[in-house]
């Protein structure tokens, strides 16, 4: 699964580690997430969605 | 220790609490049984209570890992430690089966049992090693 989380990331000046507290999980978790070493449960994807204000779709995308 | 113990969450530094105290209860309760107890000597119930109580610490340390797993609210964090239980009960598992089929047929040294749980936990490292080879992350414990 493909994420635009770095650029979403970026686009609002946030360090990893800030994304990492605004969801109340560890800046590895973010790291491996925006690697695409680790894909988040659904819960975790909606907690990322609330946080930049979008769908989950606009967010995480099927690998073609 | 202390630079990691800083930098580790409160539901790590809860578990690094567990786990030492399991340690140390560990180690004093096998000092008190091999100064206190006699193999020849007849059975009694203080000798029993006496030679249970380092598994007494090492079910304390069990329950730590349990508690760690279960109070872990960080999914990947999680994941990381529960891959290494799953190589830790591989090779653990591994190594028993084997070795218990080796002393049916052959006359290779008996295994203690004692040695299960160390295996176990040595299978921990292990699995935090092939955590940071295909994920970049040992864990978090």
């Known amino acids: 699964m493909k994420n635009r989380l770095r650029v979403l990331r970026a686009e609002r000046g946030w360090s990893q580690q800030e994304l990492a507290t605004r969801l109340d999980v560890s800046r590895q978790s973010v790291n491996a997430i925006e690697t695409g070493r680790y894909d988040p449960s659904l819960p975790l994807a909606f907690r990322i969605a609330d946080v930049f204000e979008l769908a989950i779709e606009e967010i995480f995308q099927r690998e073609e | ?76 964090l999680r994941m990381l430690e529960v891959r290494k239980a799953m190589v830790a009960t591989g ?40 955590n940071k080879l295909t994920l970049g992350d040992a864990g978090c414990a």
């Open chain 2, 1 to 76: 220790m202390w630079g990691r113990l800083a930098k580790a969450g409160p539901v790590q530094r809860r578990y690094l609490r567990r786990m030492a105290l399991s340690s140390v209860f560990y180690v004093a309760a096998i000092f008190a049984a091999s100064r206190l107890l006699d193999r020849e000597a007849p059975v009694s119930a203080l000798g029993v209570v006496i030679a249970l109580m380092p598994g007494v610490a090492v079910l304390g340390m069990i329950g730590a890992l349990a508690r760690l797993y279960l109070e872990l609210g960080d999914e990947y």
């Open chain 2, 91 to 130: 090779l653990t598992l591994a190594v028993c089966s084997v070795w218990g089929i080796l002393e049916l047929f052959t006359p290779v040294p008996r295994l203690p049992l004692f040695w299960v749980f160390p295996m176990w936990a040595m299978g921990l490292g292990l699995g935090a090693l092939v």
